[in-house]
């Protein structure tokens, strides 16, 4: 377009083409702003999958974990039945003091095939097997009618020995075992916290991008 003058035609300024391209770079510049946008919540997506997955194998390691310790917990107390059982019918000679011996003598030995793949689960069940022996000899004077031989045995300290020397490896294999329960809980509240930076500071970025977008979208608004 050009107008007349005195010393010839002037050419204008192409206003229709300016304005095509104003909204083409306008339009760019949103599709800019939402690609941008997606890219992150992608991103953040992405992240919160793998720390979900962690989350999930730490739980699983916690939860393995907790079991062998309620095991090994376990196992002591069924030694303290088992006892107490002896003690009882050493004392008595009634076959009703035997029930916490006979109940508990199978959750023992279930409670070692659990353990059997921990460090020290052999010195551990060679020490509980002559522990079971120890407390059914004593019985077996008992049922013979050696009552005297019977209360020797639970007396002699040989029993009570047994029963520390279990308690001390067992204290140890809870411990370590606290130890690698330690290491998930730390973990997951490490993830935790950093899943909630990723998603603040993604959420942050997206709503720059928009108000930088808007900006931009404005100031070519009010130059067209």
């Known amino acids: 377009m050009a107008v007349n003058s005195g010393d010839g035609e002037i050419p204008l300024p192409d206003v229709k083409a300016g304005m095509v391209f104003s909204r083409l770079s306008t339009e760019r510049k949103i599709l800019g702003g939402f690609a941008f946008a997606l890219i992150i919540l992608g991103l953040i997506g992405l992240y919160s999958l793998q720390s979900i997955g962690r989350l999930e194998m730490d739980a699983r390691v916690a939860r393995k974990t907790a079991l062998r310790v309620e095991s090994m917990k376990d196992l002591m107390a069924g030694l303290n039945d088992m006892e107490t ?50 407390l059914k000899r004593g019985v077996a004077l008992r049922r013979e009618g050696n009552f005297e031989g019977a209360q020797l045995l639970v007396s002699e300290g040989k029993g009570k020995q047994l029963h520390d020397e279990v308690r001390k490896i067992l204290r140890a294999m809870e411990s370590a075992e606290e130890q690698v329960l330690a290491d998930p809980v730390k973990d997951t509240a490490d993830s935790i916290r950093r899943i909630r930076i990723v998603i603040i500071s993604g959420i942050l970025s997206a709503v720059a991008a928009g108000e930088v977008g808007l900006f931009f979208i404005g100031k070519d608004v009010m130059y067209v």
């Open 85 to 134: 059982g002896q003690r009882g019918y050493v004392l008595t000679g009634q076959d009703a003091f035997l029930e916490p011996f006979l109940v508990a003598e199978p959750r023992v030995m279930e409670r070692m095939t659990e353990l059997s793949k921990l460090k020290n689960a052999g010195k551990l069940e060679g020490l509980v097997r002559l522990r079971i022996e120890h």
